[in-house]
T-cell receptor
């Protein structure tokens, strides 16, 4: 079945540690890729997106993600996390030929200890 | 420019009642998407609407669920005869254009948490 998989369900880090959250998808063809963040009690916010071009995408708040087409991956990274990064992170895929709907991964809860 | 507004934020219904969830898209956005998040799961697409049209309802349950986006007013997700399994967070997203129109970034509302007792 076509899907989006986030490998880490729950991640706990100390402040200043480096972060990498995995995301793999199983769709063939052209895709658009997204990472969203949901802070406690708030709406989903877009961190970054990849449509085409440079596979290394920089987003807000120091986040970046790398699209590796051969691995069907779009991993999220941040070199040094802060306590304020505590949130839930969602990877999502939009098939370019589709109606614009997003297919989400299960989400990763990140807890950063001060 | 207000974001996507959903109301109510929390809704409690008894089994068999109807639930109506409202979504006002961002100003200038004519494309609305509804997603459902069940406990311990990611968001699942339900339906995609443009003004007065349902474009893609492939994620909608076949019975009891309906959605509309009238010419005037918010988009409504309606669940008739709710059951405990309908308890979830329902998110609405809007975008200024649809696929193939250059900008398909979706902006999300804060969600409506439905609890069926």
């Amino acid at each position: 079945a076509q899907s989006v998989s986030q490998h880490n369900h729950h991640v706990i880090l100390s402040e200043a540690a480096s972060l990498e959250l995995g995301c793999n998808y199983s769709y063939g063809g052209t895709v658009n890729l997204f990472w969203y963040v949901q802070y406690p009690g708030q709406h989903l916010q877009l961190l970054l997106k990849y449509f085409s071009g440079d596979p290394l995408v920089k987003g807000i708040k120091g986040f970046e993600a790398e699209f590796i087409k051969s691995k069907f991956s779009f991993n999220l990274r941040k070199p040094s996390v802060q306590w304020s990064d505590t949130a839930e992170y969602f990877c999502a895929v939009m098939r370019s030929s589709n109606t614009g709907k997003l297919i989400f991964g299960q989400g990763t809860t990140l807890q950063v200890k001060p | 420019n207000a974001g996507v507004m959903q109301n109510p934020r929390h809704l409690v219904r008894r089994r068999g009642q109807e639930a109506r969830l409202r979504c006002s898209p961002m100003k200038g956005h004519s494309h609305v998407y509804w997603y459902r998040q069940l406990p311990e799961e990611g968001l699942k697409f339900m339906v995609y609407l443009q003004k007065e049209n349902i474009i893609d309802e492939s994620g909608m349950p076949k019975e009891r669920f309906s959605a509309e986006f009238p010419k005037e007013g918010p988009s409504i997700l309606r669940i008739q005869q709710v059951v405990r399994g309908d308890s979830a967070a329902y998110f609405c997203a809007s975008s200024p254009g649809g696929p193939g129109q250059g900008n398909t970034e979706a902006f999300f509302g804060q969600g409506t948490r439905l609890t069926v007792v």
